[in-house]
Protein backbone atom coordinates (compact mmCIF):
# COMPACT_ATOMS: atom_id res chain seq x y z
CA UNK A 1 0.00 0.00 0.00
CA UNK A 2 3.06 2.22 0.85
CA UNK A 3 4.24 1.61 -2.18
CA UNK A 4 1.54 2.62 -4.05
CA UNK A 5 0.72 5.94 -2.05
CA UNK A 6 4.40 7.14 -2.88
CA UNK A 7 3.61 6.56 -6.44
CA UNK A 8 0.20 8.08 -6.59
CA UNK A 9 2.61 11.30 -4.84
CA UNK A 10 5.38 10.89 -7.01
CA UNK A 11 2.54 10.86 -10.17
CA UNK A 12 0.98 13.94 -8.84
CA UNK A 13 4.24 16.05 -8.65
CA UNK A 14 4.74 15.37 -11.84
CA UNK A 15 1.38 16.53 -13.26
CA UNK A 16 2.10 19.98 -11.15
CA UNK A 17 5.82 20.64 -12.21
CA UNK A 18 4.36 20.07 -16.07
CA UNK A 19 1.05 22.37 -15.34
CA UNK A 20 3.48 24.80 -13.59
CA UNK A 21 6.16 24.63 -17.07
CA UNK A 22 2.54 25.18 -19.46
CA UNK A 23 1.58 28.07 -17.16
CA UNK A 24 4.54 29.72 -17.39
CA UNK A 25 5.11 29.44 -20.83
CA UNK A 26 1.49 31.11 -21.64
CA UNK A 27 2.51 33.69 -19.15
CA UNK A 28 5.73 34.52 -21.33
CA UNK A 29 3.86 34.22 -24.74
CA UNK A 30 0.75 36.45 -23.30
CA UNK A 31 3.67 38.82 -21.75
CA UNK A 32 5.18 39.11 -25.35
CA UNK A 33 2.90 39.29 -27.28
CA UNK A 34 0.21 41.28 -25.49
CA UNK A 35 2.03 43.58 -22.88
CA UNK A 36 4.77 44.97 -24.53
CA UNK A 37 4.57 49.10 -24.45
CA UNK A 38 5.44 49.76 -28.32
CA UNK A 39 2.89 52.13 -29.09
CA UNK A 40 4.16 54.58 -25.81
CA UNK A 41 7.24 56.19 -26.58
CA UNK A 42 10.89 54.96 -26.74
CA UNK A 43 11.31 55.43 -22.85
CA UNK A 44 8.04 53.23 -22.23
CA UNK A 45 9.40 50.71 -24.72
CA UNK A 46 13.44 50.09 -23.41
CA UNK A 47 11.84 49.76 -19.67
CA UNK A 48 9.08 47.22 -21.45
CA UNK A 49 11.75 45.56 -23.37
CA UNK A 50 14.46 45.24 -20.20
CA UNK A 51 11.51 43.90 -17.47
CA UNK A 52 10.71 41.52 -20.01
CA UNK A 53 13.68 40.09 -20.87
CA UNK A 54 14.61 39.79 -16.90
CA UNK A 55 11.27 37.63 -16.60
CA UNK A 56 12.58 35.49 -19.66
CA UNK A 57 15.53 34.52 -18.17
CA UNK A 58 13.95 33.38 -15.31
CA UNK A 59 11.34 31.83 -17.12
CA UNK A 60 14.18 29.93 -19.27
CA UNK A 61 15.94 28.74 -15.73
CA UNK A 62 12.72 27.46 -14.63
CA UNK A 63 11.87 25.21 -17.83
CA UNK A 64 15.82 23.84 -17.49
CA UNK A 65 15.60 23.26 -13.64
CA UNK A 66 11.59 21.73 -13.81
CA UNK A 67 13.01 19.64 -16.92
CA UNK A 68 15.76 18.46 -14.64
CA UNK A 69 13.52 17.39 -11.89
CA UNK A 70 11.49 15.15 -13.97
CA UNK A 71 14.06 13.19 -15.29
CA UNK A 72 16.17 12.69 -11.40
CA UNK A 73 15.96 10.16 -9.33
CA UNK A 74 14.33 11.03 -6.28
CA UNK A 75 17.51 9.88 -4.34
CA UNK A 76 21.10 10.71 -4.90
CA UNK A 77 23.57 8.33 -6.55
CA UNK A 78 24.05 5.26 -5.31
CA UNK A 79 28.16 4.53 -3.69
CA UNK A 80 29.21 1.82 -5.76
CA UNK A 81 30.33 -1.44 -3.44
CA UNK A 82 34.37 -1.72 -3.88
CA UNK A 83 36.76 -4.47 -2.53
CA UNK A 84 39.09 -2.89 0.31
CA UNK A 85 42.36 -3.40 -1.55
CA UNK A 86 41.42 -1.32 -4.41
CA UNK A 87 41.10 2.43 -2.62
CA UNK A 88 43.62 4.61 -3.73
CA UNK A 89 45.94 7.01 -2.04
CA UNK A 90 44.27 9.92 -1.24
CA UNK A 91 45.73 13.80 -0.46
CA UNK A 92 43.93 15.85 2.15
CA UNK A 93 43.78 19.15 1.54
CA UNK A 94 42.95 22.08 4.44
CA UNK A 95 42.72 25.27 3.31
CA UNK A 96 43.92 28.07 5.47
CA UNK A 97 45.30 31.44 5.55
CA UNK A 98 44.23 33.24 9.41
CA UNK A 99 41.64 31.09 11.31
CA UNK A 100 42.29 30.31 14.60
CA UNK A 101 44.32 27.61 15.87
CA UNK A 102 41.55 25.82 17.79
CA UNK A 103 39.49 25.85 14.76
CA UNK A 104 42.33 24.05 12.71
CA UNK A 105 42.81 21.77 15.34
CA UNK A 106 39.20 20.40 15.34
CA UNK A 107 39.16 20.20 11.67
CA UNK A 108 42.85 18.80 11.86
CA UNK A 109 41.45 15.99 14.18
CA UNK A 110 38.07 15.16 12.45
CA UNK A 111 40.34 14.50 9.34
CA UNK A 112 42.06 12.07 11.06
CA UNK A 113 39.30 10.01 12.23
CA UNK A 114 38.22 9.59 8.92
CA UNK A 115 37.84 6.10 8.22
CA UNK A 116 39.61 4.29 5.35
CA UNK A 117 40.54 0.83 4.42
CA UNK A 118 44.18 1.65 4.30
CA UNK A 119 44.94 4.70 6.89
CA UNK A 120 48.48 4.66 5.58
CA UNK A 121 47.55 6.09 2.12
CA UNK A 122 45.29 8.91 3.52
CA UNK A 123 48.08 11.52 3.81
CA UNK A 124 46.77 14.92 5.85
CA UNK A 125 48.06 18.55 4.60
CA UNK A 126 47.10 21.73 6.35
CA UNK A 127 48.01 24.44 3.43
CA UNK A 128 48.65 27.99 5.26
CA UNK A 129 49.25 30.84 3.63
CA UNK A 130 49.55 32.29 6.50
CA UNK A 131 52.77 31.19 7.02
CA UNK A 132 52.26 30.62 10.99
CA UNK A 133 54.55 29.51 13.23
CA UNK A 134 52.29 27.95 15.35
CA UNK A 135 49.66 26.27 12.89
CA UNK A 136 53.26 24.52 11.79
CA UNK A 137 54.09 23.24 15.95
CA UNK A 138 50.58 22.33 15.63
CA UNK A 139 50.68 19.80 12.61
CA UNK A 140 54.08 18.75 14.07
CA UNK A 141 51.81 18.31 17.03
CA UNK A 142 49.12 16.28 15.62
CA UNK A 143 51.18 14.49 12.61
CA UNK A 144 50.07 15.98 9.83
CA UNK A 145 51.95 17.56 7.06
CA UNK A 146 52.45 21.50 6.64
CA UNK A 147 52.67 23.13 3.63
CA UNK A 148 53.36 26.74 3.00
CA UNK A 149 54.50 29.11 0.26
CA UNK A 150 56.39 32.65 0.29
CA UNK A 151 53.43 34.63 -1.04
CA UNK A 152 49.65 34.48 -1.75
CA UNK A 153 49.14 34.54 -5.50
CA UNK A 154 46.41 33.28 -6.94
CA UNK A 155 44.64 33.54 -3.08
CA UNK A 156 42.90 29.96 -2.52
CA UNK A 157 43.48 28.45 -5.71
CA UNK A 158 47.25 29.56 -5.89
CA UNK A 159 47.59 27.81 -2.48
CA UNK A 160 45.97 24.64 -3.82
CA UNK A 161 47.90 24.79 -7.22
CA UNK A 162 51.12 24.87 -5.04
CA UNK A 163 50.00 21.95 -2.75
CA UNK A 164 49.60 20.22 -5.81
CA UNK A 165 53.06 20.71 -7.23
CA UNK A 166 54.45 19.25 -4.12
CA UNK A 167 52.19 15.69 -3.05
CA UNK A 168 51.05 13.03 -5.77
CA UNK A 169 48.07 11.00 -4.65
CA UNK A 170 45.34 10.14 -7.34
CA UNK A 171 42.72 12.24 -5.57
CA UNK A 172 42.39 15.10 -3.52
CA UNK A 173 40.02 15.81 -0.51
CA UNK A 174 39.70 19.30 0.41
CA UNK A 175 38.09 21.11 2.94
CA UNK A 176 37.64 24.85 4.37
CA UNK A 177 39.40 25.52 7.83
CA UNK A 178 35.71 25.58 9.75
CA UNK A 179 34.69 22.50 7.63
CA UNK A 180 34.95 19.07 9.83
CA UNK A 181 34.39 15.46 8.22
CA UNK A 182 32.67 12.78 9.29
CA UNK A 183 34.18 9.44 9.50
CA UNK A 184 32.52 8.45 6.70
CA UNK A 185 33.40 10.78 4.35
CA UNK A 186 36.61 9.35 1.85
CA UNK A 187 33.77 5.96 2.19
CA UNK A 188 30.96 7.69 0.44
CA UNK A 189 32.97 9.29 -2.03
CA UNK A 190 36.34 7.56 -3.36
CA UNK A 191 34.12 4.31 -4.25
CA UNK A 192 32.58 6.42 -7.57
CA UNK A 193 36.66 6.68 -9.02
CA UNK A 194 37.23 3.07 -8.61
CA UNK A 195 34.16 2.05 -9.99
CA UNK A 196 33.92 4.21 -12.96
CA UNK A 197 37.16 5.84 -15.03
CA UNK A 198 36.24 9.21 -15.63
CA UNK A 199 34.85 10.76 -12.52
CA UNK A 200 36.01 14.56 -12.20
CA UNK A 201 34.85 15.21 -8.78
CA UNK A 202 32.24 14.16 -6.24
CA UNK A 203 30.56 16.87 -4.35
CA UNK A 204 28.87 16.59 -0.86
CA UNK A 205 26.33 19.13 0.74
CA UNK A 206 28.05 22.08 3.20
CA UNK A 207 25.60 21.73 6.51
CA UNK A 208 25.75 23.65 9.45
CA UNK A 209 25.63 23.22 13.15
CA UNK A 210 24.33 26.46 14.44
CA UNK A 211 21.41 28.48 12.27
CA UNK A 212 21.95 30.72 9.73
CA UNK A 213 22.00 34.48 9.76
CA UNK A 214 17.90 34.32 8.85
CA UNK A 215 16.93 31.97 10.98
CA UNK A 216 18.65 32.84 13.93
CA UNK A 217 16.98 36.35 13.72
CA UNK A 218 13.48 35.34 12.46
CA UNK A 219 12.33 32.12 13.36
CA UNK A 220 14.11 28.78 13.56
CA UNK A 221 11.36 27.26 11.53
CA UNK A 222 12.05 28.65 8.12
CA UNK A 223 14.24 26.64 5.61
CA UNK A 224 18.03 26.71 5.88
CA UNK A 225 19.51 29.37 3.29
CA UNK A 226 21.36 26.83 1.42
CA UNK A 227 19.73 23.27 2.25
CA UNK A 228 17.69 23.83 -1.37
CA UNK A 229 20.51 24.13 -3.47
CA UNK A 230 22.84 21.47 -2.02
CA UNK A 231 19.39 18.57 -1.76
CA UNK A 232 17.68 19.78 -4.91
CA UNK A 233 19.13 22.16 -7.72
CA UNK A 234 22.80 20.09 -7.34
CA UNK A 235 21.05 16.75 -7.41
CA UNK A 236 19.01 18.03 -10.54
CA UNK A 237 22.55 19.17 -12.25
CA UNK A 238 23.79 15.57 -12.41
CA UNK A 239 21.41 14.61 -14.85
CA UNK A 240 23.18 16.90 -17.42
CA UNK A 241 26.48 16.83 -16.10
CA UNK A 242 26.84 20.26 -14.51
CA UNK A 243 27.45 19.46 -10.89
CA UNK A 244 29.28 22.70 -9.28
CA UNK A 245 32.46 22.34 -7.45
CA UNK A 246 32.23 23.92 -4.28
CA UNK A 247 35.45 24.21 -3.09
CA UNK A 248 35.01 22.32 0.05
CA UNK A 249 33.67 18.63 1.33
CA UNK A 250 34.93 17.34 -2.44
CA UNK A 251 36.94 14.54 -3.79
CA UNK A 252 38.48 15.20 -6.77
CA UNK A 253 40.68 13.30 -9.60
CA UNK A 254 44.36 14.82 -9.51
CA UNK A 255 44.21 13.66 -13.49
CA UNK A 256 41.32 15.81 -14.07
CA UNK A 257 42.75 18.85 -12.07
CA UNK A 258 46.20 18.16 -14.79
CA UNK A 259 43.51 18.80 -17.47
CA UNK A 260 42.44 21.99 -16.80
CA UNK A 261 45.79 23.12 -15.51
CA UNK A 262 44.93 22.83 -11.51
CA UNK A 263 42.84 25.65 -10.04
CA UNK A 264 41.82 28.04 -12.07
CA UNK A 265 43.30 31.70 -10.74
CA UNK A 266 41.88 34.20 -12.92
CA UNK A 267 38.50 34.37 -10.63
CA UNK A 268 37.64 34.39 -6.71
CA UNK A 269 35.39 31.58 -7.46
CA UNK A 270 38.02 29.20 -8.39
CA UNK A 271 35.68 26.57 -7.62
CA UNK A 272 33.13 26.92 -9.88
CA UNK A 273 35.32 27.77 -12.83
CA UNK A 274 37.53 24.89 -11.85
CA UNK A 275 34.69 22.30 -12.38
CA UNK A 276 33.21 23.59 -15.39
CA UNK A 277 36.34 23.24 -16.88
CA UNK A 278 36.47 19.84 -15.86
CA UNK A 279 33.18 18.98 -16.96
CA UNK A 280 34.02 20.59 -20.39
CA UNK A 281 36.91 18.35 -20.86
CA UNK A 282 34.28 15.50 -20.35
CA UNK A 283 34.72 14.29 -16.83
CA UNK A 284 32.08 12.98 -14.97
CA UNK A 285 30.82 14.93 -12.19
CA UNK A 286 28.98 13.95 -9.39
CA UNK A 287 26.75 15.56 -6.32
CA UNK A 288 25.52 13.10 -2.93
CA UNK A 289 22.72 14.15 -0.92
CA UNK A 290 24.31 12.61 1.86
CA UNK A 291 25.85 15.50 4.67
CA UNK A 292 29.32 13.90 5.91
CA UNK A 293 31.03 17.28 6.95
CA UNK A 294 29.93 20.25 8.81
CA UNK A 295 30.96 23.45 9.62
CA UNK A 296 29.94 27.01 11.29
CA UNK A 297 27.60 29.32 9.43
CA UNK A 298 28.11 32.92 8.94
CA UNK A 299 26.49 34.80 11.96
CA UNK A 300 27.69 38.14 11.57
CA UNK A 301 26.03 40.44 8.99
CA UNK A 302 29.36 42.17 8.08
CA UNK A 303 30.83 38.41 7.43
CA UNK A 304 27.63 37.25 5.51
CA UNK A 305 27.75 39.96 3.30
CA UNK A 306 31.55 40.15 2.78
CA UNK A 307 30.82 36.35 1.39
CA UNK A 308 28.37 36.99 -0.80
CA UNK A 309 29.77 40.00 -2.36
CA UNK A 310 33.04 37.66 -2.91
CA UNK A 311 30.71 34.61 -4.50
CA UNK A 312 28.78 37.54 -6.69
CA UNK A 313 31.64 39.32 -7.69
CA UNK A 314 33.67 35.76 -8.31
CA UNK A 315 31.03 34.61 -10.85
CA UNK A 316 30.72 37.49 -12.86
CA UNK A 317 34.34 37.38 -13.02
CA UNK A 318 34.36 33.27 -13.89
CA UNK A 319 31.02 34.72 -16.95
CA UNK A 320 34.09 36.82 -18.25
CA UNK A 321 36.98 34.90 -18.29
CA UNK A 322 35.39 31.49 -19.07
CA UNK A 323 33.12 32.41 -22.18
CA UNK A 324 30.32 30.12 -21.41
CA UNK A 325 28.12 30.78 -24.23
CA UNK A 326 31.41 30.61 -26.88
CA UNK A 327 32.44 27.09 -25.25
CA UNK A 328 32.08 24.53 -27.83
CA UNK A 329 32.76 21.73 -25.41
CA UNK A 330 29.90 22.25 -23.05
CA UNK A 331 25.86 21.39 -24.11
CA UNK A 332 23.42 23.67 -24.42
CA UNK A 333 21.85 22.62 -21.07
CA UNK A 334 25.20 22.78 -19.46
CA UNK A 335 25.41 26.21 -20.92
CA UNK A 336 21.88 27.31 -19.71
CA UNK A 337 22.67 25.37 -16.16
CA UNK A 338 26.16 27.69 -15.64
CA UNK A 339 24.48 30.97 -17.04
CA UNK A 340 21.95 30.20 -14.67
CA UNK A 341 24.53 30.58 -11.73
CA UNK A 342 25.85 33.09 -12.67
CA UNK A 343 22.51 35.12 -13.36
CA UNK A 344 21.80 33.84 -10.10
CA UNK A 345 23.81 36.33 -8.28
CA UNK A 346 21.94 39.33 -10.33
CA UNK A 347 19.62 39.08 -7.82
CA UNK A 348 20.39 42.86 -6.33
CA UNK A 349 19.72 44.10 -9.57
CA UNK A 350 16.35 42.18 -10.65
CA UNK A 351 15.14 43.04 -7.06
CA UNK A 352 16.38 46.79 -7.80
CA UNK A 353 14.44 46.99 -10.74
CA UNK A 354 11.24 45.21 -9.12
CA UNK A 355 11.27 47.40 -6.39
CA UNK A 356 11.19 50.61 -8.91
CA UNK A 357 9.52 49.80 -11.86
CA UNK A 358 5.72 50.69 -10.04
CA UNK A 359 7.81 53.97 -8.97
CA UNK A 360 8.54 55.15 -12.75
CA UNK A 361 5.08 55.08 -13.52
CA UNK A 362 3.38 56.84 -10.67
CA UNK A 363 6.02 58.97 -10.05
CA UNK A 364 6.58 60.01 -13.89
CA UNK A 365 4.21 57.97 -16.11
CA UNK A 366 6.77 55.07 -17.76
CA UNK A 367 4.73 52.46 -18.46
CA UNK A 368 6.67 49.24 -18.39
CA UNK A 369 3.81 46.78 -19.10
CA UNK A 370 1.21 47.99 -21.03
CA UNK A 371 -2.38 45.45 -20.70
CA UNK A 372 -5.82 45.07 -20.03
CA UNK A 373 -5.41 44.82 -15.86
CA UNK A 374 -8.35 42.31 -16.12
CA UNK A 375 -6.63 39.96 -18.01
CA UNK A 376 -3.44 40.45 -16.75
CA UNK A 377 -4.10 39.61 -13.13
CA UNK A 378 -5.53 36.17 -13.56
CA UNK A 379 -2.61 35.17 -16.37
CA UNK A 380 0.29 36.21 -13.98
CA UNK A 381 -1.32 35.04 -10.48
CA UNK A 382 -2.07 31.98 -11.98
CA UNK A 383 1.20 31.16 -12.96
CA UNK A 384 2.70 33.12 -10.16
CA UNK A 385 0.51 31.29 -7.67
CA UNK A 386 1.38 27.69 -9.17
CA UNK A 387 4.97 28.44 -8.74
CA UNK A 388 4.48 28.86 -5.50
CA UNK A 389 2.92 25.62 -5.21
CA UNK A 390 5.53 23.98 -6.69
CA UNK A 391 8.09 25.21 -4.50
CA UNK A 392 6.88 25.71 -1.43
CA UNK A 393 4.63 22.58 -1.10
CA UNK A 394 6.93 20.45 -3.23
CA UNK A 395 10.52 20.42 -2.43
CA UNK A 396 10.09 18.97 0.64
CA UNK A 397 10.19 22.17 3.27
CA UNK A 398 13.90 23.33 1.86
CA UNK A 399 12.56 26.42 0.10
CA UNK A 400 10.01 28.83 0.08
CA UNK A 401 9.72 31.48 -2.63
CA UNK A 402 8.35 33.98 -0.16
CA UNK A 403 11.78 33.47 2.07
CA UNK A 404 13.69 33.50 -1.23
CA UNK A 405 12.88 36.53 -2.06
CA UNK A 406 12.94 38.60 1.09
CA UNK A 407 16.28 36.35 1.67
CA UNK A 408 17.35 38.49 -1.76
CA UNK A 409 15.87 42.02 -0.58
CA UNK A 410 18.07 41.64 2.88
CA UNK A 411 21.30 42.53 0.54
CA UNK A 412 19.62 44.17 -2.35
CA UNK A 413 20.78 47.63 -1.78
CA UNK A 414 24.35 45.85 -1.43
CA UNK A 415 24.19 43.59 -3.74
CA UNK A 416 23.09 45.66 -6.49
CA UNK A 417 26.25 47.81 -5.94
CA UNK A 418 28.72 45.67 -6.11
CA UNK A 419 27.55 43.07 -8.47
CA UNK A 420 27.02 46.53 -11.23
CA UNK A 421 30.99 47.99 -10.12
CA UNK A 422 32.07 44.27 -10.62
CA UNK A 423 30.59 44.21 -14.09
CA UNK A 424 31.78 47.93 -15.04
CA UNK A 425 34.99 46.76 -13.79
CA UNK A 426 35.03 48.88 -10.12
CA UNK A 427 36.57 47.80 -6.94
CA UNK A 428 37.90 45.45 -5.38
CA UNK A 429 38.55 41.86 -6.98
CA UNK A 430 40.45 40.12 -4.11
CA UNK A 431 39.94 36.90 -2.32
CA UNK A 432 39.26 37.43 1.30
CA UNK A 433 38.01 34.88 4.23
CA UNK A 434 34.18 35.22 5.86
CA UNK A 435 34.93 35.37 9.18
CA UNK A 436 33.20 32.90 11.85
CA UNK A 437 32.15 32.83 15.25
CA UNK A 438 31.20 36.29 15.54
CA UNK A 439 27.48 37.72 16.08
CA UNK A 440 26.91 41.68 16.32
CA UNK A 441 25.55 42.68 19.08
CA UNK A 442 24.76 46.45 17.77
CA UNK A 443 24.30 48.08 14.58
CA UNK A 444 27.13 48.28 12.23
CA UNK A 445 27.73 50.54 9.38
CA UNK A 446 26.83 48.15 6.56
CA UNK A 447 23.48 46.93 8.69
CA UNK A 448 22.62 51.05 9.12
CA UNK A 449 23.11 51.35 5.49
CA UNK A 450 20.46 48.09 4.47
CA UNK A 451 17.96 49.68 7.43
CA UNK A 452 18.13 52.79 5.66
CA UNK A 453 18.00 52.06 1.99
CA UNK A 454 15.06 49.90 2.72
CA UNK A 455 13.50 52.88 4.83
CA UNK A 456 13.65 54.96 1.99
CA UNK A 457 12.30 52.65 -0.98
CA UNK A 458 9.12 51.48 1.42
CA UNK A 459 8.66 55.39 2.04
CA UNK A 460 8.84 55.96 -1.70
CA UNK A 461 6.71 53.25 -2.16
CA UNK A 462 3.82 54.36 0.07
CA UNK A 463 4.20 57.88 -1.28
CA UNK A 464 3.58 56.09 -4.79
CA UNK A 465 0.42 54.87 -3.94
CA UNK A 466 -0.92 57.68 -2.17
CA UNK A 467 -0.11 59.47 -5.80
CA UNK A 468 -1.65 56.50 -7.76
CA UNK A 469 -4.78 56.67 -5.61
CA UNK A 470 -4.60 60.50 -5.92
CA UNK A 471 -4.15 60.14 -10.14
CA UNK A 472 -6.98 57.65 -10.19
CA UNK A 473 -9.15 59.10 -9.07
CA UNK A 474 -9.01 61.63 -11.68
CA UNK A 475 -8.37 59.55 -14.30
CA UNK A 476 -9.85 56.68 -13.57
CA UNK A 477 -8.51 53.62 -11.34
CA UNK A 478 -8.21 50.88 -13.62
CA UNK A 479 -4.85 52.46 -15.53
CA UNK A 480 -3.07 52.19 -11.48
CA UNK A 481 -4.66 49.32 -10.37
CA UNK A 482 -1.40 47.24 -11.47
CA UNK A 483 1.53 49.45 -10.01
CA UNK A 484 -1.10 49.86 -6.68
CA UNK A 485 -1.13 45.72 -6.51
CA UNK A 486 2.59 45.27 -7.47
CA UNK A 487 3.48 48.50 -4.60
CA UNK A 488 1.91 46.82 -2.02
CA UNK A 489 3.43 43.47 -2.49
CA UNK A 490 6.56 45.03 -1.77
CA UNK A 491 5.85 47.15 1.20
CA UNK A 492 4.66 44.11 2.16
CA UNK A 493 8.16 42.43 1.60
CA UNK A 494 10.08 45.34 2.87
CA UNK A 495 8.64 45.78 6.31
CA UNK A 496 9.37 42.03 7.00
CA UNK A 497 12.87 42.89 5.76
CA UNK A 498 13.08 46.34 7.51
CA UNK A 499 12.58 43.95 11.27
CA UNK A 500 15.17 41.77 10.02
CA UNK A 501 17.30 44.49 9.93
CA UNK A 502 16.03 45.80 13.34
CA UNK A 503 16.81 42.35 14.86
CA UNK A 504 20.67 42.20 13.57
CA UNK A 505 22.50 41.52 16.82
CA UNK A 506 19.66 40.57 18.84
CA UNK A 507 18.96 36.62 19.54
CA UNK A 508 14.92 36.81 19.15
CA UNK A 509 14.64 33.08 18.81
CA UNK A 510 16.24 29.56 20.39
CA UNK A 511 17.39 27.67 17.55
CA UNK A 512 15.86 24.36 17.36
CA UNK A 513 17.83 21.95 14.68
CA UNK A 514 15.37 20.85 11.77
CA UNK A 515 15.19 17.86 9.77
CA UNK A 516 18.92 18.15 8.37
CA UNK A 517 20.97 19.80 11.30
CA UNK A 518 19.77 17.24 14.11
CA UNK A 519 22.08 14.84 11.89
CA UNK A 520 24.74 17.55 11.80
CA UNK A 521 24.86 18.56 15.09
CA UNK A 522 24.98 14.73 16.19
CA UNK A 523 27.87 13.73 14.16
CA UNK A 524 29.13 16.87 14.99
CA UNK A 525 29.36 16.00 18.54
CA UNK A 526 30.19 12.21 17.75
CA UNK A 527 34.08 13.85 15.94
CA UNK A 528 34.98 15.51 19.55
CA UNK A 529 33.91 12.60 21.53
CA UNK A 530 36.63 10.37 20.91
CA UNK A 531 40.49 11.03 21.30
CA UNK A 532 42.24 11.26 18.33
CA UNK A 533 44.58 8.58 16.91
CA UNK A 534 47.39 10.24 17.01
CA UNK A 535 49.34 7.67 15.27
CA UNK A 536 46.67 7.62 12.61
CA UNK A 537 47.17 9.09 8.74
Not at 349 to 361: A, D, I, S
Not at 364 to 374: H, L, P, S, T, Y
Not at 377 to 404: A, C, G, H, M
Amino acid sequence: MGYFIRKKEELLKRIIYIFALITTFIYIIYRLVFTIPTNLGLINLLFGIFIFSIELIEAIEFFAYYLNVLRMSKKSPVIPSIDNNLFPDVDVFIATINEDEELLKNTIIACKNMKYPDLKKVHIYLCDDGRRDNIKKLCTKLKVNYITRDNNKGAKAGNYNNALSVTDSKLIATFDADMQPTPNFLMKTVPFFIKYNNIGFVQLPQSFNNPDIYQYRLSSHIPFEQDYFYHKIQLARNNINSTILCGTNVVISREALESVSGYQEDTITEDIATGMEIESNGYACIALSDIEAYGEAVNDLDGFIKQRSRWARGCIQFFKNHKIITNKKLSIYQKIDYISSVNYWLYGVKRMLYLFMPLLFTYFGIMVIDCNIWVFIPVFFTQYFIKRFTIDILEDNRRSSTWNKIYELVLTPIMCKEVLKEIFGFGSTKFEVTPKGKINKKMTKLNKYLLKNHIYILLLSILGIILALYKGNIIGYNVYLLPILWLLINIMYLIIVIIFDIRLGQNYTKFVPNKINKYSLKSYLYIFKGEVNEESN
